[in-house]
């Protein structure tokens, strides 16, 4: 008469079925790393878009004010009645000390920093950014419009309404 041991039967994952799930956890953590990327570089371009708008806001303040826009330094910076440049990260305010807006937005993220043109006479405006997201539908394809004398690219532009720009970024 034979016995059956329950300890001769051994129970466990092959090292096939094992490997596979190791392969398809990796899949599924490479395309979600991949995703979260892209939606955080989407992310920060909503909040450029946004910077830039509120910049445009205050420039149209001031344009309320003055009659003219504020010149622009040969570096892409806004000059007030004064003639002082205003950093970016800085306060944009008038000689009479009258604050347009608290604090100019600065790029942190890139090494690309905004970048402020105005026509010659002194009507209209352009903002200009490198977005991270060269696939948005906003960004000009191959990043040519041009500002200051800092050489830079920028891929985006926000200008003041009925005026348009080549893409040099030239007031057209």
Not at 18 to 30: D, F, G, H
Not at 43 to 69: F, H, I, P, S, T
Not at 112 to 121: G, I, L, R
Request: hydrophobic share 35%; net charge positive.
């Amino acid at each position: 008469m034979k016995i059956k041991s329950p300890a001769c039967r051994q129970t466990g994952f092959t090292l096939v079925e094992l490997l596979v799930v190791i392969t398809i956890i990796s899949i599924l953590t490479i395309v979600t790393v991949s995703q979260f990327q892209t939606a955080k570089k989407k992310a920060n371009d909503v909040a450029r878009k946004g910077d830039l708008d509120a910049v445009a806001k205050a420039l149209q303040m001031y344009y309320a004010d003055y009659g003219e826009m504020p010149a622009a330094s040969v570096d892409g910076k806004i000059m007030v009645v004064d003639g002082s440049p205003i950093a970016w990260g800085a306060e944009f305010k008038d000689s009479s000390g009258y604050s347009y807006m608290k604090t100019l937005p600065i790029e942190n993220k890139l090494t690309t920093p905004y970048c402020y043109k105005v026509s010659t006479d002194g009507k209209a405006y352009a903002l200009f950014a490198m977005l991270e997201n060269t696939q948005d539908s906003q960004c000009l394809t191959g990043a040519t419009y041009r500002c200051g004398n800092n050489n830079k690219q920028y891929c985006f532009a926000y200008f003041s309404p009925n005026t348009s720009l080549d893409t040099n970024g030239d007031f057209k």
